[in-house]
């Protein structure tokens, strides 16, 4: 008896750092499904949450069928409306009836399987303030869970909910320090991965990017005889008006000050030039409304896309799309300027004379 303690005890403290040592979602709950039997014999593995709702499943035999009906059922016990559960200043709590979790879980749950009859064991969780959360297990119905081994499973299971609280706590954070807190959409380091990705898959495979770099024009006279606050409504309801525009698949952030960076996935310079003119027309059309009264305004916008000969870069990229905003400004604003990319022979030719 001591012996088997003290082996649950050592499982229990490995399967805590092992699942602690992730940030992500995602990831615990998988790690959690990969090592939960090798602690407690199962069958089947799944794990439902509420606020965001998601699903996840293991089975000893990967019997897809049957982890895609405890999955579905999981989520339908679970419900769809994620309620507040306790304040943010409770502990996070452990459940240890499905019936004390009122109009939120309901036991009925998968009861066999192409096995037979089945025991089964549910751990119902809170998940911080919002959010519910079911750990479920099951096993051959001639092995019940025992005594012991519900005990460990609630243990497991308020550790998990402490994790998955620290691991949504840490994704807040990262979405604060990549979003704009003024306009509400990505920062100019928010806007890194999806420029990445798509200057990546546009070196390697060709697959083809736009970005769209857009200034509101004469935005500082509105700063200067309206004041600030109106000037900050003028740039939120203009980053509205552009998300509402845009596919989305399509990414949306503040470059710097009045200036806005659209990053358009799959997306060639045609396609690319329609949008962006129906941005500006969109924004030319639109009386942006402040305590003051309304204000119009437009937008000069600078196209450049990838893959381009004389794009190798993140810095390259961005700053194709500075020069023909410029150009665009220069032009008299309130206009589309799309960059025209050199032959590769003729780009070869310019950057060695530049070199020379």
Request: hydrophobic share 40%; proline share 5%.
């Amino acid at each position: 008896m001591i012996t088997q303690c003290n082996c649950n005890l050592s499982g229990l403290h490995q399967l805590t750092q092992s699942i602690a040592s992730f940030t992500e979602t995602d990831a615990v709950v998988k790690e959690l499904l990969s090592r939960l039997p090798q602690l407690i014999a199962v069958d089947v593995v799944g794990f439902a949450r509420t606020n965001p709702e998601q699903g996840w499943t293991w089975s000893c035999d990967h019997d897809l069928k049957r982890e895609e009906s405890v999955r579905t059922q999981l989520l339908a016990t679970l419900g769809h409306r994620p309620q507040r559960m306790a304040s943010s200043r409770t502990v996070l709590r452990l459940v240890r009836s499905v019936h004390e979790i009122p109009d939120r879980v309901s036991p009925q749950m998968p009861s066999s399987s192409k096995h037979g009859s089945v025991s089964t064991h549910k751990v119902p969780l809170a998940i911080g303030p919002y959010g519910t959360g079911i750990l479920y297990l099951e096993r051959d119905a001639e092995h019940p869970f025992t005594e012991q081994e519900e005990q460990l499973l609630a243990i497991v299971g308020a550790l998990l909910a402490l994790i998955l609280r620290d691991a949504d706590s840490y994704q807040h954070l990262q979405d604060v320090a990549l979003r704009d807190s003024l306009a509400g959409v990505l920062n100019r380091r928010g806007l890194s991965t999806p420029l990445a990705r798509e200057l990546k898959a546009g070196l390697r495979y060709g697959v083809p990017a736009c970005l769209i770099l857009l200034d509101l024009d004469f935005f500082q006279t509105v700063n200067d005889r309206l004041g600030h606050t109106a000037g900050d409504h003028v740039l939120r309801a203009a980053a509205d008006l552009i998300r509402a525009t845009v596919r989305e698949i399509d990414i949306v952030g503040r470059y710097r000050g009045n200036t806005f960076a659209v990053v358009l996935p799959h997306t060639d310079r045609q396609q690319a030039r329609a949008l962006a003119e129906r941005l500006r027309d969109r924004i030319e059309q639109h009386p942006f409304v402040i305590e003051a009264g309304q204000v119009r305004t437009t937008a000069s916008i600078g196209l450049a896309a990838v893959p381009d000969a004389a794009v190798a870069s993140i810095a390259e990229w961005m700053m194709i799309g500075e020069a023909v905003l410029n150009d665009a400004k220069a032009q008299g604003r309130n206009r589309v300027v799309l960059h025209a990319p050199k032959p590769p022979a003729v780009a070869c030719a310019v950057a060695l004379s530049c070199a020379a």
